[in-house]
């Protein structure tokens, strides 16, 4: 594996830097949607290298952020059964539930388990045959693929001890959901290039001339995130709202038609409630009809489980872009990564807690 | 007690709704001990506690420290220094739980032989004996037992110490995990040294010895749910003959640590913090090898953030830092030495990173865990 260093290329983000430098003769508010680019951003200072005036705003594409709160207490109900292994991707483990995370639950005797692929979790299934394993599927268009082959082969094979608990999201409904909200200030959008490479750019064009902005497809790399800036500044600078790819490399116009063909046959587009946003229709994943008995909801009947957000967390404006992380009153007060009241405090890819671990105030690295 | 350096008082200081657990479980015995303040998140032991990060850290302020009362003499460094008929020892002990027990490059007794011999050499001390006290678990093989103990046979030829004294328990099966290894060591400080992290001061450079992450990446490659194809073996090493090659030119080496968990991140903000000076790095000089960094990109870790188990960072006036480059790079676990940044009066207690395109970020303390992220 490489390709990891030429994209972080000093002397080329220069270039690319003196180009919008260049370019750029008024404000714009560019959002990034995905909480990836918001890690790189923050953690190569690439805001502080833009010209004054050009704001990014960050997006809503931390899939642990967004994971509502009952979802996150099924999960602690589902994990505090003794015949239950859950597995679930290792930054689920400190997101707090209502009460307590699944740290918690695996502290007190509960079998919780950080897995790197979903089929690894199948195959604790199969070597466990007397225990109930369940994967904690989380996550936008870039984990469902995964999550979906393994529910399909769990069919294929006859794993009946296996069983996912589903609270995936999509990212187009959320991104006209923000561009839609009257508060919404977002000049031009960097698109999420992961998501894309899966699902294609298709959903983007017609949001681009409806709600009149630019979208980059943006990769993740700090020289992608220059090119996605380049070519938004590009466009608002001359006038036009259009859909561009600036991740080729990884993004076909189609996506990838194998892992649509199975997602289609496996999951069903469901109204998902978003954490710290609120319930956006059409807007999330759950298992086809074929699939339901796969569905660890109704099979642990955690469904009837609801929860309430703490009332001091202003993690929904953060992720709307509405509000900066250290805009909150209690950013690094109440709320730090060891006391999140928060998701978006928790992620490595939050909002805020890449401020909170790349900025504070009075360091070199605060530009406010 | 490996040192910790005191964190802000802990506390609840915007009436947050701290976690419901409070109510499910008994609170602590308060008349146990004496706590000056709430234990934050969690009434259990949690992963992250053995982290080597915050938790740790909270975990011996808010915990070890009150409980023990006027017992309690902890400094801040890897090792206790004290005086003893006229000699200065160093004192230390060290647990290993590594999980896998055998790894790249290495296993659980090079570890618990190494770790402890480093935490001396921190000290600037040249270790001279170790004991080793072993948990084992009902049903382990002997014949993996017996790999383990020549394991730490070899470690110890090879590092020069005498293990002098031990201890065998053994605990039914499902209390235990295989094997835990605990090892204790004392090594003799030559007069004049005087290696702490306290003494770390403005004007000082920050000299790495070589690649850092490739232990900690060796390691999370073949745990089980991990496992990932990587050339990356662990630099576990014994450190003692670098220091002591360091010393031998005279330089006035301020403060020492071996990064292991929690990396250099941890390293350099214990030292900050401990002695009241900022750190600032050039992110483009600490030496990570492609195979750390690509690990590091797949997984979602930061390399600062990995564990060492045989490299060093020195705290080292700027007068005396050629010298003290040079001498590293001819001895074969500082070839590859080199400064990453320096100790600043600004900032005090905060370590920042000038990055590769030309702005400033934190390195943190790391929280607990390192967590491999979603995606």
Redesign the interface.
């Known amino acids: 594996m490489r390709y990891l260093e030429e994209f972080a290329d000093p002397d080329l983000a220069r270039r690319l830097l003196d180009r919008i430098h260049a370019t750029v003769t008024r404000p714009w508010a560019i959002m990034e949607v995905c909480g990836g680019q918001t890690h790189a951003i923050i953690r190569h200072g690439i805001d502080q290298l833009l010209p004054d005036g050009v704001e990014l705003i960050h997006g809503p594409g931390c899939p642990v952020c967004v994971t509502p709160l009952e979802s996150i207490d099924r999960a602690l109900a589902i994990a505090g059964r003794p015949e239950v292994i859950l597995c679930s991707f290792g930054d689920m483990l400190r997101v707090p539930g209502s009460r307590e995370d699944l740290f918690g639950v695996k502290s007190r005797g509960g079998d919780v388990r950080v897995v790197y692929s979903p089929l690894d979790a199948l195959q604790l299934a199969r070597t466990n045959p007397d225990r109930q394993v369940v994967f904690f599927a989380v996550g936008f268009e870039t984990t469902a693929p995964a999550n979906a082959m393994t529910v399909h082969q769990a069919d294929r094979l006859g794993i009946g001890n296996f069983s996912l608990l589903v609270s995936h999201v999509l990212v187009p409904p959320a991104v006209a959901a923000v561009l839609s909200s009257p508060s919404c200030r977002v000049d031009a959008l960097l698109a999420a290039g992961h998501v894309c490479s899966v699902m294609g750019t298709g959903a983007y064009g017609p949001l681009a001339e409806r709600y009149g902005v630019p979208i980059v497809v943006t990769g993740f790399e700090p020289l992608d995130i220059l090119e996605g800036l380049r070519q938004a500044v590009d466009q608002l600078e001359s006038g036009r709202h259009e859909l561009v790819n600036a991740y080729p490399r990884a993004v076909p116009a189609e996506g990838n038609r194998a892992a649509r063909a199975l997602l289609r046959e496996v999951f069903e587009v469901t109204d998902r409630t978003w954490r710290g946003i609120g319930v956006i229709t059409a807007s999330g994943w759950r298992l086809s009809e074929r699939y339901r008995g796969f569905d660890a909801e109704l099979r642990f009947e955690v469904g009837g489980i609801d929860a309430v957000e703490p009332a001091a967390c202003r993690s929904g404006e953060v992720l709307q872009g509405l509000i900066k992380p250290d805009e909150c009153g209690e950013f690094g007060r109440a709320c730090t990564p060891r006391t999140p009241l928060g998701a978006t405090m928790v992620s490595s890819e939050g909002a805020c807690a890449a401020y909170h671990r790349y900025r504070r105030p009075g360091t070199p690295g605060d530009v406010r | 007690m490996r040192g910790v350096p005191p964190l802000p008082p802990a506390g ?6 701290v ?3 409070v109510a ?2 008994p609170p602590p015995d308060a008349g146990a001990w004496t706590c000056p303040a709430p234990l ?3 009434p ?5 506690h053995g982290g080597g990060g ?2 740790s850290a909270e975990l011996v302020e808010h915990l070890f420290l009150p409980a023990f009362g006027e017992a309690a003499d902890a400094g801040l460094g890897d090792s206790a220094v004290v005086a003893v008929a006229g000699a200065r020892l160093a004192f230390t002990t060290d647990s290993s739980v590594v999980r896998p027990m055998w790894f790249p490059g290495g296993s659980i007794g090079e570890l618990a032989v190494n770790g402890t011999v480093n935490d001396l050499a921190m000290a600037g001390a040249t270790p001279l004996v170790l004991s080793t006290a072993f948990v084992l678990e009902e049903g382990t093989a002997l014949a993996d037992l017996g790999r383990i103990a020549e394991a730490m046979g070899v470690a110890a030829r090879s590092a020069g110490v005498r293990l002098v004294t031990g201890d065998t328990k053994v605990v039914d099966r499902g209390s235990g995990d295989g094997v835990f290894v605990t090892t204790a060591g004392i090594g003799v400080l030559a007069d004049g040294v005087d290696i702490r992290p306290e003494r770390s001061a403005p004007g000082d450079v920050v000299i790495v010895s070589g690649d850092l992450g490739v232990h900690g990446i060796a390691v999370l490659s073949c745990r089980e ?2 496992a ?1 194809g990587t050339a990356v073996e662990s630099d576990t090493a014994p450190l003692h003959g670098l220091v002591a090659a360091m010393l031998a030119t005279g330089a006035d080496v301020h403060a020492l640590r071996d990064p292991t968990r929690g990396g250099l991140a941890a390293s350099l903000n214990e030292i900050g913090r401990a002695a009241g000076v900022g750190i600032v790095l050039d992110e ?1 000089r600490i030496p990570v090898p ?1 195979e750390v ?2 690990a590091c ?4 870790l930061d390399p600062l953030e990995v564990a060492n188990e045989g490299k060093l960072v020195a705290m080292v006036p700027d007068a005396d830092a050629d010298r003290v480059l040079e001498a590293m790079r001819r001895h074969p676990h500082g070839h590859g030495a080199t400064v990453v940044g320096t100790c600043v009066a600004d ?1 005090p207690g ?1 370590v ?1 990173a000038r ?8 390195v ?1 303390l790391p ?2 865990e390192q ?5």
Not at chain 2, 355 to 362: A, D, P, Y
Request: net charge positive.
């Open positions: 609840n200081p915007r009436g947050r709704p976690t419901g657990l499910d479980v934050r998140d969690s259990t032991v949690v992963m992250g915050a938790l749910g991990l990932f483009r492609g960094a690509d990109g797949l997984l979602g900032h905060m920042v990055t590769g395109l030309g702005g400033t970020r934190v943190d929280v607990g967590l491999p992220r979603i995606c």
